[in-house]
C-alpha cells in the first residue's frame, strides 16, 4: 500500500489500523471564526475493518444519544453516526476535559440501556422511521460500556 497524501478531513490522516476499539478520542479541534471552539470525538464502538456495527442498530443510538445527552450537557452540538458504522462522532461546545466527555457518554449510554423506546422513531420525526431497533442498539452498547476502562487506549 502507498502513502496516502495528507487529507484534508482529520480522520482521513488517522491510521485506522493502528487504533484498538473501542475507544474515545479527541478527532479534531477548531477555532471558529465567529469565535468559541468546536471540539469533535471519534467514539468507535468496533474495531475498524474487521467488525461493525448493525444498521439499526448505529440509528437508534444515534437517536437515542442525540435526545439522552442533552438532559446531561448543554454543550451538545451534534452526534451522529460514521458511515463505515464503526462508530459516531461527538461534536461539543468549546474544550472539555477528556474525563468528563467520558462520563458524559457513560451516562448517556446507561440511559439508552434503560430506554422502553427510541425517541423519534415515527414517521414525523425520522426518515426512515422502520429502520430502528431498540434491543440490537442496547446489544451495540453494552460491550461498548463494558470496556469503559479502556476508552482512553486509543493506539495499541
Ligand atoms: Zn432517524
New binding site residues.
Partial sequence: MTENPRARVESFNLDHRAVVAPYVRLADRKELKSGGVVSKYDVRFTQPNVAHLDGEAV?SVE?MFAEFSRAHSDRIIDFSPMGCLTGFYLALDGDLEIAEVEALIERTLHDVLEAAEVP?ANEVQ???AAHHDLEKAKEAVRPFLAARAEWSTVMA
Fill in positions: 440509528h437517536h423519534a425520522c426518515g426512515w
